[in-house]
C-alpha cells in the first residue's frame, strides 16, 4: 500500500493570537511536522469561545471532510479553556486512547501534564484531537500521534482490511 496523503485542520484556539495581539506558533509547528503527510492543511483561527470552537470544528469535519482535525490551546484550567468541552459537544464517539498517551509521554517531561483536560473523538470520518497550546508540548505530542494517523484515517473512511492484524494476509 503506498503512502496516503491526508486532509488535515488546524484550529488555533485563543483569545489573544484572534485579537491579533501574538502569533500562533503552535499551529506552525502542527503544520511542520503534517506537511510529510499532507499537501492539503485548512488553518482556522478562533477566540475562546465555546460556539466558535463548536462552528469550526463542524465545518472541517463536514464541509471541508478533513480527515484529522488538531485543535491548539484552550485545554487548561483558565475560565475560558473551553476547548474539551466544544470537542466532547460535536464528536459522535471519543477516542480516550489518543490523549492518554499524550499525557503518558507529557508526564515524562513535567508534572503539569496531569493538567490538561484535553480530548480526542472521531465525528464522522474525522478524527479530532486536542493539542497544548506551547509550541514546545505540541511537538512533544505530535510525536506520539503521528505514527497512528494514517491507519486511523484509513479506518475511518471504512477500509478496514488492515484491522485486527490483518496486515499482509
Do not use: W
Not at 484529522?68 to 477516542?95: H, K, L, Q, Y
Request: aromatic share 2%; glycine share 8%.
Amino acid at each position: 500500500m503506498g503512502v496516503m496523503c491526508l486532509k488535515f485542520g488546524i484550529v488555533c484556539v485563543s483569545d489573544r493570537c484572534s485579537a491579533g495581539l501574538c502569533e500562533d506558533r503552535s499551529g506552525k509547528v502542527i503544520a511542520e511536522m503534517l506537511a510529510p503527510l499532507s499537501d492539503s492543511t485548512v488553518y482556522r483561527l478562533v477566540p475562546d469561545e465555546k460556539t466558535q470552537i463548536e462552528a469550526v470544528l463542524k465545518a472541517l469535519a463536514d464541509e471541508e471532510s478533513a480527515d484529522v482535525v488538531f485543535t491548539t490551546g484552550g485545554t487548561g484550567f483558565a475560565p475560558r479553556d473551553v476547548t474539551p468541552e466544544a470537542t466532547c459537544a460535536v464528536i459522535e464517539r471519543s477516542a480516550p486512547g489518543i490523549s492518554e498517551a499524550i499525557r503518558i509521554k507529557s508526564l515524562a517531561v513535567t508534572p503539569n501534564a496531569m493538567l490538561s483536560r484535553a480530548v480526542s473523538g472521531i465525528r464522522g470520518k474525522t478524527l479530532i484531537v486536542n493539542l497544548p497550546g506551547s509550541p514546545k508540548a505540541v511537538k512533544e505530542s505530535l510525536e506520539v500521534v503521528l505514527p497512528v494517523l494514517p491507519h486511523a484515517a484509513e479506518t475511518l473512511s471504512g477500509n478496514t482490511l488492515n484491522c485486527g492484524g490483518n496486515y499482509g494476509k
